[in-house]
């Protein structure tokens, strides 16, 4: 479409910078321990590529696909799981690494899917937090960047599967 804009809301120096960041503080938080991240798909493939690498140490990496949105830019509110973990995670410091966190129900329901299987514990670290568009009480331990609300595509997040590619955050404006 002709009409359609792109705003850079976050650069990628400043993308990768905070990422950094964040890597330096779940290391030294969870010390010498293995950590089990849980990359929500498909949104959170680049950032946890990048954040996997910043952590360092023993890591283990494994996916959840979630679907909510189908396809728009509004939230329907069902939470399905598409794709399961492969593994247990019972006994396991898990990390779930979101893109993003916008109305939280994602988020919530995995927590509470998550926590029956007996990890030893669970957190969350999510790039970006839209907290007022937030409707139930949920918050990840790390965030990257807090975001207004506007529509953002790049980094991994999409718009009908266009601009995963993105190297930076963008406002779309249809
Ligand atoms: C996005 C995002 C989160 C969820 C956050 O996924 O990756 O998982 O929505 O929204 P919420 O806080 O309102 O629940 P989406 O359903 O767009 O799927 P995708 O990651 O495959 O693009």
Redesign the pocket.
């Known amino acids: 479409m002709a009409s359609e804009t792109l705003r850079v809301l976050i650069p990628e120096d400043r993308l990768q910078a905070r990422i950094r960041e964040l890597g330096r503080q779940i290391r030294q938080d969870y010390g010498d321990a293995p950590i089990t991240c849980i990359g ?5 493939f680049i950032f946890m590529a990048d954040l996997v690498r910043a952590i360092g140490g023993d890591i283990r990496c494994e996916f959840l ?6 396809g728009g830019t509004r ?1 329907t509110g069902v ?1 399905r799981i598409t794709e399961d973990l492969n593994n247990p995670i019972e006994g396991q410091h898990c990390l779930i690494i ?10 919530d329901y995995l927590l509470r899917t998550l926590e029956v299987r007996g990890p030893s514990s669970i957190k969350v670290c999510a790039l970006l937090d839209k907290a007022p ?1 937030r ?1 139930v009480d949920v918050k990840a331990d790390y965030v990257g960047f807090s975001i207004p609300d506007e529509f953002v595509v790049g980094f ?3 718009l009908g599967e266009r601009f995963r590619n993105l190297p930076h955050v963008a406002v779309y404006t249809p």
């Open positions: 929500v798909l498909k949104g959170s696909g979630v679907s909510s949105y189908h939230s939470v979101e893109d993003i966190v916008d109305t939280g129900l994602t988020l568009r409707e991994g997040l999409d």
